[in-house]
Structure formats: C-alpha cells, structure tokens
C-alpha cells in the first residue's frame, strides 16, 4: 500500500513509458482504471519535426490533453542527459521547464547513470514532485545510489524487458529479490510482467508494483499500428530476436528484412515499424512477453487483471 498512498493510485500497475507508443489517451485510460498512466517522449506524436521547440510544444500539449481525459494521478518520463550524447543535453532544460510550468505531480526519471542525473533529480524534488528513477542497466548498486540521491521509488528492469535493453545480461527474476533486500524505498519490477501470474511472482520478491511496457502496446488505446498489435498477438516468444543499435541493443520480433541484416541502424525504425505500420523497413520491438500475450485487450482490462495480483 506504500506505493498506492505515495503515488496516489487505487493499484500498483504503472504502464511504461515508451517512445512513440504513449499517448494521453492510454495514459488517461490506464489512470481511470486506478493505476498510473505514463507519458513518454514523443507521446502523442506522428513525427519529429520541429526540433525542441516542437517537442516540447508538442509534449506540453499531450500534458494538458491527458488533464483533460484524467483527473488522476499520472507521471511523465524525463530522460536524464546522457554524457556523450550532446542532443540529449539540448533537449534536457526545455523540457524541465515543461514538466515544472505544467506542474506535473510525478516524474519518472531514466538515465544510464544516477551520479550525473543528481543535480536534475534534485530540482524536480525541489519542486516538490516524486521522483521514481529507473536506471537503463539497473544494478544493487546504482540502486542504493538512487536512494541516497533521494528517488521516492525505482523501476528495476531486467534483461527481458522490451526496449533498449541492459548492458547487463541479468533477468527480472534475479536481480529484482537482490534490489528489495538492498534498499528501503519502493522497488517497481519491470521486464517481462504481461499477467496476473508474472505481477505476483513480481510481489514475491518484494516488488511493491509493476511497471509494463509490451502488454500496454497491445491495448484499443495505444497509439500502435493495429498490424503491430496484431503481430504481438501472433509471435511467439522463441521468435524474437536481438539486434544491435547506435543506441543499444533491442530485442525485435524477427521480420525478413531483419533476419537479412537490414533495418538494424536506426533507432527511428521503430517509429516507422510500431507507429506507421511499415514492417518491410521498421522494426517491432518488445520483450519475450508478447509471445504470452493471446488478445488485444482494453487499457482497463490490463489494468484490473494485473491489480488482481495485489487484492
Ligand atoms: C517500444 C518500446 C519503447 C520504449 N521506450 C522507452 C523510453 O522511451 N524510455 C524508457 O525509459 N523506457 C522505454 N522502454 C522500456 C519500457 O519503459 C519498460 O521498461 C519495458 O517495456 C518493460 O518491459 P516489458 O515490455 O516486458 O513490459 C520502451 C519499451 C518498448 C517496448
């Protein structure tokens, strides 16, 4: 109940933030239904134009629609600064300024290393705002360094979640006990939870809620290509595969192009692949859930099947 009364929310299911596969429909839908709706970047959007301006414009906007569609509770996603990775830092104040002027309640924090995202962690916490802060590649260590630099609550993901994947080949299922021994404040489980069996098996080793990504996609309200959503109904989970990005690995279900060794430079494929529909020159990615995934579902339904797990 911890997570419940910090966060606001009737049940510990957070649905995922994810690139262009957000929206303040489904962000609204799952926060009607008692959990947490998240906000991605690019939430809402057909393309990315515009540079920041637009992206912030356009952020702002999906913000103010969910408000419309929600009084709930819901979080948006603030992608720390990555060193190394100078667009990242241009986009890192406007958008802060964003999430302070729409006073967003929640922010859920991903980065690849919390020691460098501390000064932004603290401005948001200035502002009064609860912080969740998933790490890319979670470790027991950088999860005690989360809880010093003063995160409410973390998303631990293991190597099976959907998405950019860990540098560490470490599955929910062992890292995630090792997490909740380690730390006091909430642990999220990510990675791979998709049913009432996987969210339990979640609670039992001390999660206090689930964070979930692939299940999400399949939903009436995601903004995905119904061919995606029917392509997740239809894999199985052996189907998958993993390729190398400029941004890190990512596990795809395997098209013809892919298996050909086209379609593996750009990250923006997955737009083209998830959004538009285009599997010849995009790419489908998701975690091994999908292959348990039998049906396109209502954000309400997912929602009140994995709060089960928890009653
Ligand atoms: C298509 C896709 C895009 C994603 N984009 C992001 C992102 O922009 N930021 C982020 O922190 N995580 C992103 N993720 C990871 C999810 O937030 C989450 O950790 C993951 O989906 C959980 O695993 P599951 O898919 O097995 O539920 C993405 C995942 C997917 C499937």
């Known amino acids: 109940m911890r997570l419940q009364a910090l966060l606001g929310i009737d049940t510990p299911v957070i649905q995922a933030s994810m690139v262009w596969l957000n929206s303040a429909e489904l962000a609204a839908a799952v926060s009607n239904a008692g959990g947490l709706g998240v906000l991605g970047p690019n939430a809402g959007r057909q393309d990315a134009g515009g540079g920041v301006t637009g992206t912030v414009d356009a952020f702002r906007e999906e913000i103010r629609k969910t408000k419309s569609l929600t009084d709930k509770p819901f979080a948006v996603n603030y992608l720390l600064p990555i060193e190394g990775v100078d667009i990242s830092f241009k986009y890192a104040e406007p958008l802060l300024e964003a999430i302070l002027q729409e006073k967003i309640s929640i922010v859920i924090t991903s980065g690849k290393d919390i020691s460098k995202g501390e000064a932004y962690i603290r401005r948001l916490k200035d502002a009064g705002i609860i912080v969740i802060h998933r790490e890319i590649s979670p470790t ?59 969210a339990k098996a979640a609670m039992a080793m001390g999660a206090a809620g689930v964070y979930v990504g692939t299940r999400f996609i399949a939903t009436f309200e995601s903004p995905a290509s119904l061919n995606t959503k ?76 994995l709060s089960e797990a928890f009653s």
């Open 230 to 305: 029917q392509a997740i109904v239809n894999v199985l989970s052996e189907e998958l595969v993993e390729i190398n990005t400029p941004a890190g690995d990512i596990r795809v279900i395997a098209t013809e192009s892919i298996l050909a060794g086209r379609g593996e430079s750009e990250v923006g494929v997955i737009k083209k692949g998830m959004l538009d529909g285009d599997h010849q020159h995009g790419v489908i990615t998701v975690s091994g859930a999908a292959g348990g995934i039998a049906k396109i579902s209502s954000a309400r339904e997912v929602v009140c099947e």
């Open 140 to 198: 027991v260590e950088n999860s005690i360094m989360a809880e010093k630099a003063g995160v409410d609550a973390i998303i631990i993901t293991g190597h099976e979640a959907g998405g950019h994947l860990s540098d560490h080949r470490i599955s929910t299922l062992v890292l995630l006990p090792q997490v909740t021994d380690a730390v006091n404040i909430p642990v999220i489980a990510a990675g791979g939870i998709y049913n009432q069996k996987t």
